[in-house]
């Protein structure tokens, strides 16, 4: 089978990963689903092994991998465990990256450092009961006060929004919407109970409520009035992220399939010797090739600093589709096993299906990518 072309760090790194997802989240991805917690032990462990700022360079604490180490770290955490791999992207793509993104380097020295060493944990927190896909219709409030800013509102559906120590948060000021750095710890910040999810139950969601939240004009991320620039460009590494995370969750769906397509036997052959399961493989394998292929050369492209919204969206939405088609030909090859809590496939089917939602809906994506397509006439590469 013909692979990318890694370097020794980054084929390293995935080596690293692979080990550590195989004897630290593996075994307990399971009981990550069942009791709706991903174990604070683990959340530490992932920032002692620097899984919390794979990307973000030496100065900051991180890694130095860029995006394409961050997507390679992501592609192998999806193999083992999408709620792990939700904390992780809220917390380190879009969360802190936010902050590197947009933020002064007194933002960056103060919570980039401590939160790309695993210190603190991060969030991302945009959405609102009037701003879901429609992100611009922020209506938190950001009123300047002397040399600070009491921000009121409440956000919906934050990722690690009850555990973070720090968000990047959106809020409207009378210049447009602002972003701005938030601790967790200071008064008027309230996370709601945990929301009931079909899948990524491991992964914490919350409503956040700020009530005249006190924040430092210092802590500003960007200028007043440009947050929404820092959003979406926050969310075009976020989205590659996200892709990487299908790409690894797909590739051990169909690694499971082939091996129990080949051991359950029916009509006295192993299934894997019917055309109809076969085909199924193929498919399985063709849009996992595309999905890796897609990742891969846009996260290449964003390294070497190109404007990549369109294509990350188009990866966004392919990878997120081409998951939910790909667990779902493997639950077809499990048979009834394949409804089972008793393997893994199962909760696959599950934790998949958010991919086409969060970080803008499939619909979104297509509204951006036709967008970029009316306005260049088609023409490639324009
Ligand atoms: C588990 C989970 C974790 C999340 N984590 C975060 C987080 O960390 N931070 C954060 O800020 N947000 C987070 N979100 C919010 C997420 O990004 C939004 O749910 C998502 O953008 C969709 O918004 P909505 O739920 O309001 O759906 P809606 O916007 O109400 O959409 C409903 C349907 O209408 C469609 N639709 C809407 N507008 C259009 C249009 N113009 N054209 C065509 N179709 C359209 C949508 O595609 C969708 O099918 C999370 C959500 C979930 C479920």
Redesign the pocket.
Same mark, same amino acid.
Do not use: H, R
């Given at each position: 089978m013909i692979g990318l072309v890694f370097t020794e760090e980054q084929n390293m790194l995935r080596e690293m990963v692979r080990d550590f997802v195989n004897t630290e989240v593996k075994p307990i991805a399971r009981d990550i689903d069942e009791n709706e917690k991903i174990p604070e032990d683990l959340i530490k462990k992932l920032g002692e092994v620097g899984l919390l700022g794979t990307a973000f360079p030496d100065e900051y604490g991180g890694g130095g991998f860029g995006e394409v180490g961050y997507c390679i770290a992501q592609e192998e955490m999806g193999r083992g465990c999408l709620s792990t791999s939700t904390l992780i992207g809220?917390h380190q793509s &879009?969360g802190s990256n936010a902050i590197y993104i947009g933020g002064t380097e007194e933002l960056k020295q103060k919570y980039l450092v401590p939160l790309a060493t695993g210190e603190k944990l991060g969030?991302?927190? /945009? !959405?609102e009961a009037s701003a +879901? #896909?429609? #992100?611009f219709n922020v209506r938190t409030k950001a009123a300047k006060d002397g040399d600070h800013y009491i921000l009121n509102g409440e956000?919906?559906? %934050? !990722?690690n929004g009850g555990i973070a120590d720090i968000v990047s948060v959106f809020a409207r000021t009378e210049r447009g919407i602002s972003a701005f750095v938030v601790e967790t710890q200071w008064d008027g910040y309230k996370a709601g109970p945990a929301e009931k999810?079909m899948g %990524?139950r491991g #992964?914490m !969601?919350n409503a956040i409520t700020l009530d005249n939240v006190r924040v430092p004009e210092e802590n500003l991320i960007g200028a007043d009035g440009r947050g929404f620039i820092v959003a979406m460009k926050t969310l075009d590494a976020g989205r590659l992220g996200l892709g990487a995370c299908c790409v690894g969750a797909a590739k051990e769906a169909l690694e499971l399939s082939a091996k129990y397509a080949k051991e359950r036997k029916q009509f006295d052959a192993p299934i894997a010797n019917f055309e109809a399961v076969q085909f199924m493989l193929s498919e399985m394998y063709t849009t996992i090739f595309a999905m890796e292929s897609l990742v891969y050369r846009t996260a290449t492209a964003y390294d070497e600093g190109k404007k990549v919204s369109t294509e990350a969206a188009a990866v966004k939405l392919f990878c997120s589709e081409g998951l939910d088609k790909v667990v779902d030909y493997a639950v077809q090859i499990h048979g009834g096993m394949g409804y089972s809590r008793e393997i893994p496939i199962e909760r696959m089917y599950r934790d998949s299906r &958010?991919n086409r %939602?969060?970080? +803008? !809906? #499939?619909? %979104?994506q297509k /509204?951006v990518i036709s967008h970029s397509v009316l306005r260049t006439n088609g023409v490639w590469g324009a």
């Open positions: 809220a &879009i969030a991302f927190a /945009l !959405t +879901g #896909s429609d #992100s956000k919906l559906w %934050i !990722t999810k %990524i #992964s !969601t &958010i %939602i969060f970080e +803008g !809906t #499939s619909e %979104i /509204l």
